[in-house]
Structures are given as C-alpha cells and as structure tokens.
C-alpha cells in the first residue's frame, strides 16, 4: 500500500465527516490504532486529516477512553508524551488527551 496518496486523503476526508457526529463514530473503533500510527508515519496533510478524526472522536466521551486505551506501539507515543508545547506530561494518556484538546482548539479557530 502507498503512503501519503491522494485517495487516503480523499478516504480520510470521508471519514472526517462522517465523525462530526456520534452517529457512525463506533465503526471507527476498530481503526483507532491505525489512525494513531498513521501520525508518525504519514506526510502533513493525512496527519492533519488523521488529528480532525481523532478530535471529532474524542468529543465523545467513549471513544476517547478507546482512543486512550488503543494499543499503540509505545515508540509512537514516545514523539507526543515527553514534552508538548513546553508543557511536561506524565503518562503517554495524559499527552495524547493534552495533544488531542490542543488540536481541536487550533483546528477550530476561525
């Protein structure tokens, strides 16, 4: 499979709309995982479209104890749970939880 194409982007718009709501946000359950691998190793503009989905999930109270609880390689967590934005975490949870609350603030500025 190739990384970075312009169908992803164009899958991961898809699934940026469909996660406005609560609706459908339980069939993504299952690519939690994949999304939070997919901003290490993807390009900016399928990281930017993976953080919308994941901040559009984490508005619902049990998807973001999924997205906490998601098996993510630990080397993953390790670019967002030392330092982020100068603030000092202490626990890969508590950085992704900080990470995701941060990127809805600057994904809904006007």
């Known amino acids: 499979c190739v990384l970075n ?35 290490v190793v993807a390009n900016e503009a399928l990281q930017i479209q993976v953080l919308k989905v994941l901040v559009n999930l984490s508005s619902n109270p049990d998807m973001m104890e999924d ?29 992704l939880r900080f990470t995701l609350s941060r990127t809805k603030l600057y994904i809904e500025k006007p």
């Not at 991961?12 to 299952?30: A, E, G, I």
């Open 5 to 39: 194409s312009d169908l992803q982007l164009a899958a991961l718009r898809l699934l940026t709309n469909m996660s406005v709501t609560d609706k459908h946000q339980h069939l993504l359950k299952s690519s939690i995982t994949l999304f939070l691998s997919l901003l």
């Open 67 to 95: 997205i906490v609880q998601s098996q993510v390689p630990f080397h993953h967590l390790l670019i967002i749970s030392t330092t982020v934005n100068g603030v000092k975490t202490s626990s890969p949870e508590s950085s």
